[in-house]
């Protein structure tokens, strides 16, 4: 049996982390001493470190619980961890896709500054332009 900072420790989660997965029901809650201490089984120190790797995979903890549903789930088809799986990657390739387009703009601006002055600075003109920027997106920045 291991304790909350012990569990925290081997698998780098914060305590307060491991106390908002037990509330919202990723985690299951532990066993406790007489005196309340919470008591965390091999099985529990498995199941955060799944949920750790796939924070830093990128994973919804909406996805992390259907992915730890389906794996409480043996017998079912593992197309659907699949469609999880490549939800999040679809998610990615988008991310890097304005990314790349943010690179392009700001290699753009650094080619296109010549200019000696501050005053004639091109990257400080278009940074200004907050028409243009307005009328480029629809939502708030990100």
Sequence with gaps: MLSIG???????????TI???EQIGLMPEPDRTEGGQRR???AELDRLAFIRHARQLGFSLDAIRELLDLADSPE?????VDAVAQRRLREVEA?????????AELQRMIRECSADRIADCRILKVLRDHEECLADHDGPDT
Excluded: M, P
């Design 6 to 16: 012990t569990l925290a420790k081997r698998t780098g989660t914060k305590v307060q």
């Design 19 to 21: 106390r908002y997965y």
């Design 40 to 42: 965390y089984t091999d």
């Design 76 to 80: 079912r088809s593992c197309a659907e």
């Design 95 to 103: 991310r890097i896709a304005r990314l790349e387009a943010l690179r």
